[in-house]
């Protein structure tokens, strides 16, 4: 079915009818004016419902106007609530990451000062007097950063909330390598 066709057609027909008005002197009908109030008792009692009528639309809006301004109310509270909880959870999800990370930095200090002391108690390594005192100061740090990331951990639950260990998580990350380094080339010399 062609629809601009269809229009066409009816745009046609009442361009042909608004002619047919025009030279036959048919006005369209025009809007009658409101209509007035008769005066006397007729008029006043129309004056009062309108009135009336009025007075209870009025509560009405004033009614739904105090409905929206607690429902917005609610929901800003509920955002409120919502976004601490968010809030919270990265808290928690951020102390979580921390606490992986320094049982990490533990866990490779503790392995790093076995293994030095495993390849040491087997007989591997060379015996000069400054390899020893390498190795001595590489398992000391080693040692210490396994104490640094042990009290980090333990620090990470006091912290307040906007707040991440700064001094011995990074102590420990720093005495890892430092120590790590002095082991390896303990035990290489």
């Known amino acids: 079915m062609n629809l601009a066709g269809l229009f066409k057609a009816v745009d046609a027909f009442i361009a ?28 006043q009692i129309e004056a009062r419902l309108a009135n009336v009528v009025v007075a209870a639309l009025k509560e009405a809006f004033d009614r739904d106007h105090a409905r929206l301004e607690l ?17 919270h959870e990265l808290r928690r999800q951020a102390m ?64 307040p909330p906007h707040g991440m260990p700064g001094g011995a998580g990074a102590a420990a990350v720093w005495l890892l390598l430092a120590g790590l380094a002095a082991t390896a080339v303990g035990l290489l010399f």
Request: aromatic residues 4%; hydrophobic residues 50%.
């Open 16 to 43: 042909v009818r608004d002619a047919a008005r025009r030279f036959t002197g048919a006005e369209p009908p025009q809007a009658a004016p409101p209509p007035v109030a008769p005066p006397g008792a007729l008029g």
């Open 71 to 87: 429902e917005r109310t609610h929901i800003e509270e509920e955002r409120r609530r919502a976004e601490a909880a968010l809030q």
């Open 96 to 159: 979580d990451r921390e606490l992986a990370r320094l049982r990490l930095l533990a866990w490779l200090a503790m392995v790093g000062w076995l293994a030095s002391v495993g390849v040491v108690a087997a007989g591997t390594s060379s015996g000069s007097p400054a390899a020893r005192v390498l190795l001595g100061i590489g398992w000391l740090l080693l040692v210490a950063s396994l104490g640094a990331a042990l009290a980090a951990e333990r620090r990470v639950a006091a912290l």
